[in-house]
């Protein structure tokens, strides 16, 4: 059994990770719309939020594709379309947060809209045959990873915890459910194959493909092959 956190270095840059291998080995899945509580100081399920009931950090490299796709998505599947063409998808000038309407992420589709609920932007990748991941904020789809630089250069990447929205993205505020708190919220813990396997995209484009195939060894996922 994996348990703990195990360090590795990527050969290509020397970049040194400390990885939460527990989560990583886990059976955690996304569970929006079936029984997510979302991120709010009360569960909110029938919101269906998930993490979408505030703005998305924009890293300064992003701004430019999620204004432009916010401008070009079709309204048939963005239900905050005319809000965005009206003010635009950011928060501010800095665009570095997308907007808040009504209670949520501009880009998140409420539930009953006829375009399909969830992110705008997701739902639109799809709709291309392309990867959400390459869509959307890494904020958004870097979820459940959190991931930090150390002073010393390490990096980090582990299960999101309850303390990570204090502060910084909540101003403070906490939330009442954390789907990755497996001792207290058990309920998102029924994915069929290990996070490192069902989010290999992510977590090669976070820690680079050498060391995402050498978490994947280490946890007993066998490497991926062609053909």
Not at 87 to 98: I, L, M, N, Q, R
């Amino acid at each position: 059994m994996v348990s703990g956190s195990e360090r590795f270095i990527d050969p290509i840059d020397g970049t040194e990770w400390d990885v939460d291998m527990a989560f990583m080995a886990s059976s955690w899945r996304c569970i929006w719309g079936a029984g997510c509580e979302g991120i709010l100081e009360r569960p909110a399920a029938a919101l269906q939020q998930g993490c979408c009931s505030v703005g998305a950090e924009v890293l300064e490299e992003e701004a430019a594709v999620i204004g432009a796709l916010g401008m070009s998505l079709d309204p048939a599947r963005f239900q905050m379309a005319e809000q965005a063409a009206d003010g635009g998808v950011f928060a501010d000038s800095s665009h570095s947060h997308t907007r808040v309407v009504d209670g949520a992420c501009i880009f998140f589709n409420r539930p009953g809209f006829d375009g399909g609920a969830g992110c705008a932007l997701h739902l639109s990748a799809v709709d291309e045959g392309e990867r959400p991941m390459d869509w959307k904020p890494a904020v958004c789809w870097q979820v459940p990873f959190r991931v930090a630089t150390g002073d010393d250069g390490t990096r980090s990447i582990r299960r999101w915890e309850a303390e990570d929205w204090s502060g910084g993205e909540r101003g403070g505020e906490g939330v009442a459910w954390c789907c990755t708190d497996r001792a207290a919220e058990p309920s998102a813990y029924v994915g069929s194959a290990p996070v490192a396997e069902s989010m290999a995209d992510e977590l090669a484009a976070v820690v680079g493909p050498e060391v995402a195939v050498e978490i994947r060894r280490r946890i007993g996922i066998q490497p991926l092959t062609e053909g």
